[in-house]
């Protein structure tokens, strides 16, 4: 067999305080605006941009720990974390996606229970923890009991949320949109956030956008620039989100099989 | 010329993930050339000819037992990639019974298992995955994060030396990572007395030969019958 070095081998990758990512080269090949792009722990950004603009590919870049060799050539740079590359393990980045499903057949406990475990976490308190998290995201309420398969879209993607936040060792977050149904998006990032990982939010979704207190604007596979979210932006935010929350009032309603009131509520 | 081994479950990506590995070297102008082994039908040699434009074979065992006819076949088919003037040589093996491992002592091994084969695929895979130099973990983007880590958990529980990592056949997300081990790994110059990592089944029973009648009475040879009794 090969011989392989043990110091390869890196299956616990540590905390990081950050993470920057040192510019490349954009889709025609030009340098990218922004020189640098750095998250710290606990902090969230959200990057921005139309279809096509290049946010997969830098979150791509993060999960392979590039290193000048990937398309864009750009490079990770990870402050008090891992020197070297991990070779080994799931990785860095805990990644959450629409696309992503419970695919086990288990009750909530004892999934919960499987990962507490083999991620060597005390489990009784981190099970309780994880669920009162996903608990406090969503209108339903988990029971431990329940199939994962029987779990709403919104229950299923608050128990990821809450199960990223307490029991996976992955030291940075990818949020690869949330959607609308059911979850109390602001709570989730502050549960995320309160981690103290780095956590990206790439999103199509203004609220999401101006929930981050930065966000990075992507064209044409170029890192152009971070906008701060400003004072005015934040009360626009106030307002966005009694729209969303209007827009959800009447979902649920209409899907309760009830019927909406000529009469608008202000907003 | 490098060579390197992969195995992997049905399905869970195997031809996918080195088409995304080859066009790396590709792009950095190295000849690569494949191998695919099967049973009965395969066009992923097609495959690796219309999406790389880089040679590449097949050889299908049909009555002969697979893993034996790849074992058989190896000095050939390295002969073949010296010839293709190739710097780097994959030799793809199909997901089929897992009771043995195609790979061999001295040269990379590469399983390919996918999330969704669920928890208990890993120890089911047997020498395949036990003995293999690297696991390549596909589907990842269809499954969360929890069960990503505990999938992997139980990978190592099967093998704790090998280097495991991510990676989405679809995009080609993650194969970066095994380029960068090839790009470490040593040249193999003869397959011509290497071992196996494990050895292959024993069998010729008149099944091998030929026989399809089921009963006692047409087996002969090297029979083995289960234990019913006492088994709880």
Known sequence: ???????????????????????????????????????????????????????????????????????????LVVSDGPTGRPHDGGGIVARLSQKTSFVMDSSVEHFLHIHAECRNRGQETIVEQTLDAANQLCGEPIRLGTSLQVLSGGQSRALMIADIAFISDAPVVLIDEIENAGIDKLKALSILSASDKPILVATHDPILMLMAPRRLVMREGGMQRVIETSPEERERLAELRRMDAHLCRARDLIRAGDTLQEREPAL | MKVITIAGTPSSGKTSVLLHTLNLFKAEGIKTAAVKFDALATQDHDLYQRRLGIPAIRGLSDYVCPDHYYVSNLEEVLAWGHEQGAALLVIETAGLCFRCAPHINGVPAVTVIDNLSGLGAPEKMGPALKLADVVAITKGDLVSQAEKEVFLHRVRQVNQTARAFHCNGLTGNGVLA?????????????????????????????????EIRVGRNFQTGNVVKIHVANQN
């Open chain 1, 1 to 75: 067999m090969l011989q392989i070095k043990t110091e390869d081998l890196a299956p616990e990758v540590p905390r990081m305080a950050s993470i920057t990512l040192l510019a490349g080269r954009d889709k025609s090949g030009r340098g990218e605006p922004l020189p640098q792009l750095s998250v710290e722990a606990g902090q969230s950004l959200a990057v921005v941009g139309p279809t096509g603009s290049g946010k997969s590919e830098l979150l791509s870049d993060i999960e392979q720990w590039a290193d000048r060799d990937t398309v864009t050539g750009r490079r």
């Open chain 2, 178 to 210: 095994l380029k960068r081990m090839i790009d470490q790994w040593p040249e193999v110059p003869s397959l011509t007395g290497l071992k196996l990592r494990y050895s292959m089944p024993a069998s010729v029973c008149s099944y091998c030969t030929g």
